[in-house]
């Protein structure tokens, strides 16, 4: 699972480089605006659309016409990231609290459910 804000970095720059000819993953300078590095908005909407299909998060329009470069686009998929996890897990801890799950089961049960 992707954690880090240089692993969403990491993913933003790829779909850039794939996205937009002539770009290298390692010469993206986040600072820069996507339109800076000679994607049209059709490649920006791709860009945007492939790394929270691949982070698997969403992020509201409205804070996406804030942005203006990359560096805000990956704190906002970042940030995302992080608290779509920490919604999990509050989730997670909710459900045994409720079922009164002694910890050595629900490790069981975890396992049980990515083996699946």
Same mark, same amino acid.
């Given at each position: 699972?992707? #954690?880090? &804000? @240089?692993?969403?970095?990491? /993913?933003? $720059?790829?779909? !850039? ?6 770009? *290298? ?25 492939? #790394?929270? &299909? @691949?982070?698997?998060?969403? /992020?509201? $329009?409205?804070? !996406? ?6 560096? *805000? ?44």
């Amino acid at each position: 699972m992707i #954690s880090t &804000r @240089e692993e969403v970095l990491a /993913v933003v $720059r790829r779909h !850039l480089a794939d996205t937009v000819e002539g770009i *290298e993953g390692k010469d993206i300078d986040p600072s820069r605006s996507m339109k800076e590095l000679g994607a049209n908005s059709l490649d920006i909407v791709e860009v945007v659309s492939c #790394s929270m &299909r @691949e982070l698997k998060v969403k /992020v509201p $329009r409205a804070e !996406l016409n804030k942005l203006t470069n990359i560096d *805000e686009l990956v704190d906002l998929l970042h940030r995302s990231v992080q608290e779509k996890a920490a919604t999990a897990a509050s989730s997670l801890a909710q459900l045994v609290r409720r079922l009164a799950v002694p910890s050595g089961t629900v490790r069981t049960i975890l396992i049980g459910i990515v083996a699946a």
